[in-house]
């Protein structure tokens, strides 16, 4: 593997950090994006950047400095999301497009700035996280589940577009996953969350981590355009 730069979004914790460790543990050199860094970052990264994803002038410029400085991006995992929740006819305007922006838009801006380099060079992986609320949608949770599932369909059409370039685009859409995302949701919330958990429990970071290892990897060569649940039997299609 020549472009094994992985660049993967929302690094700093939760499912990103845990990603960043698994696609390390398995040759990536990993590039972190994140908004805010702790002070003890853990030293797999190669780089850590503090970059907003809604922001595509920085995203560009992020990979034109990588690719000049560290070489071709060969994956890029686009993780970071967050949460606006609230009842559709309540919610804020600003509230859905604050998560359109960071979890649609964000993906966007790096895909849209790392294909160019991954069609000429023939090679690339796209793997983007997505969410079971985006495949059965979620009460409070409009914005979230239409960005999310935008971001499926945004996938698939990657997909395609780069089937003949050695580009595979899939997502990971992951259940009920213990971080500071859901540690953040009322304790009654969470229980009911877990009660429709066919296996009774949350999933961990590490669960998503190894499906998205998968997807990077050569052993997955043939698969572009899905999207894998990782949800403890939750929603069976
Ligand atoms: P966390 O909130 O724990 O971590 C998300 C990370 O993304 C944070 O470090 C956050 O930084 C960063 N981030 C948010 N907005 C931006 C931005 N604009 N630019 C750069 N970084 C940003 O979330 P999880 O680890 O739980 O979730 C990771 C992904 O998995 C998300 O896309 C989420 O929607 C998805 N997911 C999670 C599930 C779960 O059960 N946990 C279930 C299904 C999907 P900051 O500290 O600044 O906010």
């Not at 009920?176 to 229980?191: C, P, V, Y």
Request: proline letters at 4%; a neutral charge; charged letters at 20%.
């Amino acid at each position: 593997m020549t472009a094994n730069i992985a660049i993967v979004t929302g690094a700093a914790r939760g499912i990103g950090a845990a990603i960043s460790t698994t696609l390390h543990r398995d040759g990536w050199r990993i590039v972190g994006v994140d908004r805010v860094w702790p002070a003890d970052i853990a030293p797999l990264f190669t780089s850590t950047e503090t970059v907003d994803v809604t922001d595509f002038a920085a995203v560009t410029n992020l990979i034109a400095k990588i690719e000049a400085e560290l070489g071709p991006v060969g994956l890029v995992v686009n993780n970071a999301g967050i949460t606006r929740d609230g009842v559709a006819h309540k919610m804020d305007p600003a509230d859905f497009r604050a998560v359109i922006d960071v979890n649609l838009m964000g993906p966007f801006h790096f895909c849209r700035a790392t294909l160019p380099g991954m069609r000429q060079r023939g090679y690339g992986r796209i793997v983007n996280i997505s969410s079971l609320n985006a495949q059965r949608g979620q009460a409070g949770q409009a914005n979230y589940a239409a960005a999310k599932a935008g971001l499926i369909a945004m996938t698939k059409s990657i997909a395609l577009e780069g089937a003949a370039k050695g580009i595979t685009a899939n997502c990971v859409a992951p259940g009920f996953i213990k971080t500071d995302m859901t540690d953040a949701m009322r304790a009654d919330m969470r229980e009911m969350e877990i009660a429709h958990i066919p296996m009774g429990r949350m999933g961990a970071p590490n669960d998503i981590a190894e499906m998205v290892a998968f997807l990077a990897s050569d052993k997955a060569s043939y698969i572009s355009g899905q999207v894998m649940a990782v949800n403890g039997g939750q929603l069976m299609p």
